[in-house]
């Protein structure tokens, strides 16, 4: 092996690295025949941008890129200085959308076909080792998606969607994966890492990660004020389910006492969905009582 090729993959595959101005959000998104492909390819990072290296990837161009942008340079600059030096350019491909949205892409000559890519508005899709109109599709499908319900995580993978029934890699897939930052998106708010889900190996992966996408929105989503109950009015029932499940040892009073917001608490907790209600307050999400009727009921 070519002592430059020693530290890359070969990553054959399509991807999408987009931007949201409304939530200040970045994402990368990918599906690929190789295995936990979204560990190579996906970069992104709140008030910098996002990054898919893929072809040879070379990984420091992630890395590499994000401190590029983070400094201030655009996306096309960027693009620019992460191959200048690159003795193996040509078999590189890279899609990036900087802090202010901005996007560039590059596929080299070398790419194995078909491999090219598509720059719009605050997104670039791209691909090698496709079927043809495989990118065409996803940027067809990121433009009318944004302009829907949802949110990027979701607009990302329905543009994978569009891709993988256009057509796709054409060696079959294997993993796929969603990358969104913004800042103190994360966990407790403590980083920016708001949604990072990958599936590493599976017959239909962008099914399983649409899947996970969506359960990470019932565990981790905004609480809309719209779907906030009195607490009292759920009292009942849910004494019943925690009395099922153990977690209530009371009467049955309907009343929401001290006692049934202890182990209401814990129920919760158990569940992780704390972030939806974290015990305090005289209202609760909805959806939270949802889930606990229909897995215990």
């Known amino acids: ?82 191959i200048e030096n690159d003795e193996e350019q040509d078999l590189r491909q890279v899609g990036v959308v900087d802090r202010e949205g901005r996007a560039a892409a590059f596929t080299g000559k070398k790419c194995q076909a078909w491999a090219g890519h598509i720059v719009g508005d605050g997104y670039t899709c791209q691909g090698n080792i496709l079927l043809p109109g495989t990118v065409e599709a996803m940027a067809v499908k990121f433009e009318e998606a944004r302009q829907g319900e949802g949110e990027l995580a979701d607009w990302l993978v329905l543009t994978l969607e569009a891709g993988q029934e256009a057509g796709g890699d054409k060696r079959g897939r294997q993993a796929a994966g ?61 004494q019943g389910i925690m009395s099922k499940t153990g977690h209530y040892q009371g009467e049955v009073t309907g009343s929401f006492n001290e006692g049934t917001r202890a182990a209401l608490r814990n129920l919760v ?7 939806r209600w974290n015990g305090k307050g005289k209202v609760i999400d909805n959806k939270v009582i949802e889930y606990l009727r229909e897995k215990f009921s």
């Open 1 to 82: 092996m070519d002592k430059n090729l020693s530290f890359v993959k070969l990553v054959n595959t399509f991807s999408i690295a987009a931007y949201d101005p409304q939530k200040q959000e970045w994402g990368v998104a990918v599906q690929s025949k190789f295995l936990a492909a979204a560990a190579v390819v996906s970069w992104a990072q709140a008030n910098a941008g996002a990054v898919a290296t893929q072809s040879y990837a070379n990984v420091t161009y992630g890395s590499r890129g994000l401190t590029l942008m983070e400094g201030g340079e655009s996306a096309e600059e960027t693009v620019k200085r992460l």
């Open 269 to 275: 907790g158990e569940e992780n969905l704390e972030e």
């Open 178 to 238: 969603v990358l969104v930052v913004r800042d103190e998106g994360g966990y407790g708010g403590d980083n920016d890492r708001y949604l990072d889900l990958r599936v590493d190996d599976h017959p239909y992966p962008i099914l399983k990660l649409k899947q996970l996408v969506e359960n990470h929105h019932l565990l981790f989503g905004e609480v809309n004020p719209g779907d906030l109950v009195p607490l009292e009015s759920v009292a009942h029932e849910l």
